[in-house]
């Protein structure tokens, strides 16, 4: 016959975490979700800011130097 290991009956006790907070593993997935969701927002915000920022940086070279040689001309006329 062969050596039995010591282990191999043994039942473990239940988790002690599940014993003293029910529902644990279920409010730690319920808060992951929630910071997931909130990082999605936050990445498509900023994907948002960044496309706004390009657009406008566009808009002010274009607009820019007409806007300066127009504020140019006003003030000559009124010096």
Known sequence: ?????????????????????????????????????????????YAAMKSLMRKTQSDWDTYSKPLAKSCQGIRKELV
């Open 1 to 45: 016959m062969g050596v039995v290991h010591s282990a191999y009956n043994y039942v473990f006790p239940p988790d002690p975490v599940e014993i003293y907070n029910p529902g644990l593993e279920d409010r730690i997935d319920h808060a992951n979700d929630a910071v997931e969701s909130a990082f999605q927002d936050m990445s498509e915000t």
